[in-house]
């Protein structure tokens, strides 16, 4: 996960979200931070300053593993999304390419967990990452660490390979902005 000695630094797109905004849903039915996903986590992201944002979401009862904490594969979910935000400030669209996590404590249900990431470096198409997350607020014990690996692609990646009934559901989307923005991020 070390970015290659001639890797750049990152750069705001400028068309990218302003600081503190909230970044929204990029898909309804995206479990990491879709609305239409009952069980799904609805994490909340807001553009921080540089290439970097903070997120949120609250552990509920469905998102249990061991009796009454997070299972860690959703954990690697939260860090997942949250990292695969970040490519809304570059303004590209890409996938998770590796995902190295550390669980350093567990995580309670009903514990809100507060999520920091931002982008390293920048490679050709690849994208490097790294996020935190922590119990309660951002000074919170840190639970949860990861490092990522994103690839940018092209649009026809999720068209050619999506299954065929929600590809042609979003494309159809009266909404230029959630037709565009379904296909933005790593779904």
Same mark, same amino acid.
């Given at each position: 996960?070390?970015?290659?000695?001639?890797?750049?630094?990152?750069?705001?797109?400028?068309?990218?979200?302003?600081?503190?905004?909230?970044?929204?849903? *990029?898909?309804?039915?995206?479990?990491?931070?879709?609305?239409?996903?009952?069980?799904?986590?609805?994490?909340?992201?807001?553009?921080?300053?540089?290439?970097? +944002?903070?997120?949120?979401? #609250?552990?509920?009862?469905?998102?249990?593993?061991?009796?009454?904490?997070? *299972?860690?594969?959703? +954990?690697?979910?939260? +860090?997942?999304? #949250?990292?695969?935000?970040?490519?809304? +400030?570059?303004? &590209?669209?890409?996938?998770?390419?590796?995902?190295?996590?550390?669980?350093?404590?567990? &995580?309670?249900?009903?514990?809100?967990?507060?999520?920091?990431?931002?982008?390293?470096? &920048?490679?050709?198409?690849?994208?490097?990452?790294?996020?935190?997350?922590?119990?309660?607020?951002?000074?919170?014990?840190?639970?949860?660490?990861?490092?990522?690996?994103?690839?940018? $692609?092209? $649009?026809?990646?999720?068209?050619?390979?999506?299954?065929?009934?929600?590809?042609?559901?979003?494309?159809?989307?009266?909404?230029?902005?959630?037709?565009?923005?379904?296909?933005?991020?790593?779904?």
């Amino acid at each position: 996960m070390t970015p290659p000695a001639d890797a750049a630094a990152p750069v705001r797109h400028p068309d990218a979200p302003a600081p503190g905004e909230l970044l929204g849903a *990029h898909y309804e039915y995206c479990f990491g931070c879709g609305g239409g996903q009952p069980h799904g986590l609805h994490l909340e992201a807001r553009a921080g300053e540089g290439v970097s +944002l903070t997120a949120e979401f #609250t552990v509920t009862a469905a998102h249990q593993g061991a009796p009454g904490l997070a *299972h860690g594969g959703v +954990l690697a979910t939260a +860090l997942d999304e #949250t990292l695969g935000s970040l490519n809304w +400030l570059l303004r &590209v669209i890409a996938v998770t390419g590796r995902l190295e996590t550390d669980f350093v404590r567990p &995580v309670p249900v009903d514990t809100v967990l507060f999520l920091e990431a931002e982008v390293t470096a &920048v490679a050709g198409r690849k994208i490097y990452s790294r996020a935190t997350g922590r119990i309660g607020g951002p000074e919170g014990p840190v639970a949860v660490r990861a490092e990522a690996l994103f690839i940018e $692609v092209k $649009v026809d990646h999720f068209i050619d390979n999506g299954r065929p009934e929600e590809i042609q559901a979003a494309m159809a989307d009266p909404d230029q902005v959630r037709r565009a923005r379904a296909f933005e991020v790593n779904p």
